[in-house]
T-cell receptor, first 114, second 110 residues
Framework: ETGVTQSPTHLIKTRGQQVTLRCSSQ?????VSWYQQALGQGPQFIFQ???????GRGNFPPRFSGLQFPNYSSELNVNALELDDSALYLC?????????????FGPGTRLLVL | RKEVEQDPGPFNVPEGATVAFNCTYS??????FFWYRQDCRKEPKLLMS???SGNEDGRFTAQLNRASQYISLLIRDSKLSDSATYLC???????????FGTGTRLKVLA
């Protein structure tokens, strides 16, 4: 196991609602990245947090936002949910925000938007 | 053109076979490369990093060809437990995001 945990494991929401997903990074890791994985696709980068600051963002609209806390755990918030937001949301932690740094993934949160 | 491209498969191979996957990337400045394995409805797990000199871990061998901008994964003596989706990952300089391919699905048949 990677030591990265996520909650909840599954979630069902309706269009227009808001959702918060949570991630606890591996002990000693100060960087958390979030990815969205649609069915049959590879994970797509949403954003990364390093020492409580956003450290890079993918092609996702502003209704996707995040936070990192002093203990390096993180939240992903999605407002005004759309049907296409249905996906597996993965968080990954790494020791530092480095190009060669291996990222370790949590089990993911499976979100279904109806 | 996608930044990272993989043949989605599926590759159906008998137990004991040798199978190879390729993955091409578009950014010649890419500097870090990985193979991850993902089982159905599970998270990706690191299989191996890919180094310029190539590297081997048991039955698995990864190669990097910078001139042609592809990486490869060779699996020898396939086991039933190797059935999974294999994700190619590239990390470009100046960014810390992983860029994933769509994955190649492998089925090892008894």
């Amino acid at each position: 196991e990677t030591g990265v945990t996520q909650s909840p494991t599954h979630l069902i929401k309706t269009r227009g609602q808001q959702v918060t997903l949570r991630c606890s990074s591996q002990s000693g890791h100060n960087t958390v990245s979030w990815y969205q994985q649609a069915l049959g696709q590879g994970p797509q980068f949403i954003f990364q947090y390093y020492r409580e600051e956003e450290n890079g963002r993918g092609n996702f609209p502003p209704r996707f936002s995040g936070l990192q806390f002093p203990n390096y755990s993180s939240e992903l918030n999605v407002n005004a949910l759309e049907l296409d937001d249905s996906a597996l949301y993965l968080c990954a932690s790494s020791l530092v925000a480095g190009a060669e740094e291996t990222q370790y993934f949590g089990p993911g949160t499976r979100l279904l938007v109806l | 053109r996608k930044e990272v491209e993989q043949d989605p498969g599926p590759f159906n191979v008998p137990e004991g076979a040798t199978v190879a996957f390729n993955c091409t990337y578009s950014n010649s400045a890419s500097q870090s490369f990985f193979w991850y394995r993902q089982d159905c409805r599970k998270e990706p797990k690191l299989l191996m990093s890919v180094y310029s000199s190539g590297n081997e871990d048991g039955r698995f061998t990864a190669q990097l060809n910078r001139a042609s901008q592809y990486i490869s994964l060779l699996i020898r003596d396939s086991k039933l437990s190797d059935s999974a989706t294999y994700l190619c990952v590239v990390n470009n300089p100046g960014t810390y995001k992983y860029i994933f391919g769509t994955g190649t699905r492998l089925k090892v048949l008894a």
